[in-house]
């Protein structure tokens, strides 16, 4: 089954299958399939047309999952970095955003630096 881009595999129960989705982990996969009823054993691929529909209807209102995620955090980091922020400007320079030292130990940074 495709969400998205994203095949999701068929064969694993469906709290463990909507994990796969970056943006949705074990607790929220639980609670949206808790919310539309399903068994703790149903897998994917014995899931109806109605069932499917349902799924894909509540992620995709509700939750913001995969590119929609990425989007989202690509324009925060923007708009800081926009309207010249302490933040924003750390980003913009590669540097450790959180208040860790630079010193030492920035190398992780320092790496993803453009």
Not at 67 to 79: G, N, P, S, T, V
Not at 81 to 100: A, C, E, F, N, W
């Amino acid at each position: 089954m495709y969400i998205g881009k994203k095949r999701l595999n068929s064969s694993i129960s469906i709290r463990r299958a909507l994990t796969q989705l970056s943006g949705i982990g074990l607790f929220l996969a639980n609670q949206i399939s808790d919310y539309l009823g399903y068994r703790n054993n149903l897998r994917l691929k014995d899931l109806h047309n109605s069932q499917r529909e349902s799924l894909l209807r509540i992620l995709n209102t509700y939750y913001k999952f995969e590119i929609q995620l990425r989007i989202f955090h690509k324009q925060a980091i923007r708009r800081l970095i926009q309207i010249k922020s302490y933040r924003g400007t750390r980003h913009r320079d590669g540097l450790p955003v959180r208040g860790q030292r630079t010193r030492t130990n920035a190398n992780t940074c320092k790496k993803f630096k453009n």
